[in-house]
C-alpha cells in the first residue's frame, strides 16, 4: 500500500511501518467480546477474499504486469504477505509492551472507522515503502499462499488472545492515535486494499485468459 492520503497529508503505512464494517464502539481501554469478534471476522473476510483473489491463477495470470509502472498478481501477494508480518510486529513489539495513558486512549476513540474507511480507499495509489516493495521471496503462488496463511494465523491468534487487552494499549500513528486492536484492523484492511489492487490487474485489458 505504501502511502496513503488523509487530509491532504501523505501517510507512510510502512511506517511503525470497500468492506466498510462498523466496528462496536467501547470504552477506551477495554476489548469486549463483541468487539474481539468483530476484529476477527474482519480478519477471516479478508483472508477469504485475498485467497479468492490469487486461487485459480495461472502462471502466466500470476506473473502478468499490466505496465512497467505496475504490479503483477505475483507482486501484489508478496507485498501482502511480507506486510502481513511487519504490520503485525509493530503491535506486538512497539505498541503492545507499555500500557497507554489515558490522554493517549482518549485519542484512539472513533478510529476504528478511520482505518476501515481510509486504508481500503484505493483512490490515491502510490510507491509501497522500500521495505515492503516485491522481491521474489517466495517462489511460486503455493509458497505465497502457505506463507500467508501462516502470518495470519499468528494475526489471528493475537486478535482472539483473550489475556491480552488490546484497548489499553497505544501509539501515535499516521492517521492519529491507534490503539492496538484499531493496528490490527490495519492489517485487515491492508489486505482488503491490497485484493482490490488484484482485481484491479485481473480486470485489466491484455490480462491472460489462462
Known sequence: MGRITNG???VCAG???AIVCMIPGVAAGET???DRKALLDHLQ???AAFLASIGGVSE???NWKPGADRWSVAEVAEHITAAEGFLRGVVTDRVMPTPASPDLLAKTRGQDEVVLRT???RSAKVQAPEPLQPRGAWKDRAAVTAAFEEA???TLRLAGDTGQDLRAHAMESPLGALDAYQWLLFVSAHTERHTKQIEEVRATAGFPAQ
Open 8 to 10: 491532504g497529508r501523505w
Open 15 to 17: 511506517m511503525a511501518l
Open 32 to 34: 469486549t467480546e463483541a
Open 45 to 47: 473476510r479478508t483472508r
Open 60 to 62: 502466466a495470470q500470476w
Open 119 to 121: 486504508i481500503p480507499d
Open 152 to 154: 495470519r494465523a499468528e
